[in-house]
């Protein structure tokens, strides 16, 4: 590993935190011991433990961990945010002549710290005001007219994309296309990444074992309980994988069988996509 952080990259249920875990237990002989820096767009959350594969308090304990309960379920968590956190990490793992490794599991926030993006500011009011707006393909449309390069970037029903978009580009007077190529580029930056990958059967079955896993670990009471709370979870973290479908099923609307099924809990993307949030 070089003084850059080594990056494990891979769809859900690949293996990213086992082999990372093995690879710095391996090295903990060594005068230069490796960090793990979680890249994970939802294991910022406290409280949200099983969904999110966070790592265990024996993890922990074994390996130092990094960039995990940044923030409370209810607190609004962004990018910028994030990248700030990382660096942080990153400066702090290097004075401990340590190295970093990091397990990625939201491309978003990995283009962001290894790329070092340029991130635009932030509009609450204009947020605010889009958020009104309860049409998703309302909103898609306004980005067409006003973004057209930004649109064909973002997925229709990413709601959470889309009004970042319109809020760059209504509230700074700019397009949002216009700050950079964003995670479409892929610059030299020196930065080793691996990738984990399986047949889509292979896949299929871990992810399906994951999610049985996850129920007997209680991740309904787990997603429960935050719903119950006094308040409740954020617009990001609601949307996470596995708590947005048990929401569903808590309202009434969705069986427990459906809601937990494997095609239910995986977006309907490519298998080598599958768990980067962009």
């Not at 190295?99 to 340029?118: E, P, Q, S």
């Not at 932030?122 to 309302?138: D, G, K, V």
Request: aromatic letters at 6%; a neutral charge.
């Amino acid at each position: 590993m070089s003084s850059k952080p080594v990056v494990i990259v891979g769809p859900t249920a690949s293996g990213k935190s086992s082999v990372a875990m093995a690879v710095a237990q391996a090295e903990t002989s060594t005068n230069s011991p490796i960090h793990i820096v979680a890249v994970d767009a939802m294991q910022v959350y406290r409280d949200m433990n099983i969904g999110t594969a966070k790592p265990t308090i024996a993890d922990q304990t074994l390996v130092p961990h990094h960039c995990i309960d940044l923030v409370d379920s209810h607190e609004r968590f962004t990018v910028a945010e994030f990248k700030k956190s990382a660096t942080i990490a990153v400066e702090s793992i290097s004075k401990l002549n340590g190295r970093a490794l990091f397990v990625a599991g939201t491309g978003l926030y990995l283009t962001a710290v290894i790329d070092d993006l340029v991130l635009p500011g932030e509009f609450p009011e204009t947020r605010i005001a889009l958020e009104q707006e309860s049409n998703t393909a309302t909103l898609f449309a306004r980005l067409n007219d006003l973004d057209p390069d930004a649109a064909q970037k973002i997925e229709r029903s990413n709601r959470r994309r889309i009004v970042r978009a319109l809020e760059v580009c209504i509230g700074s007077g700019k397009p949002f296309s216009s700050f950079g190529p964003g995670t479409s580029a892929y610059p030299d930056n020196g930065v080793i990444q691996i990738g984990l990958r399986w047949s889509r059967d292979k896949l299929a079955q871990r992810v399906e074992d994951r999610v049985h896993a996850m129920m007997n670990e209680g991740l309904l009471a787990e997603v429960t309980a935050l719903r119950n709370s006094k308040q409740g979870l954020s617009r990001t973290a609601a949307q996470a994988l596995g708590y947005r479908e048990l929401l569903v099923h808590l309202d009434g609307k969705m069986s427990e069988t459906i809601c937990c099924s494997p095609r239910t809990m995986v977006p309907s993307r490519p298998a080598y996509q599958v768990g980067f949030n962009q």
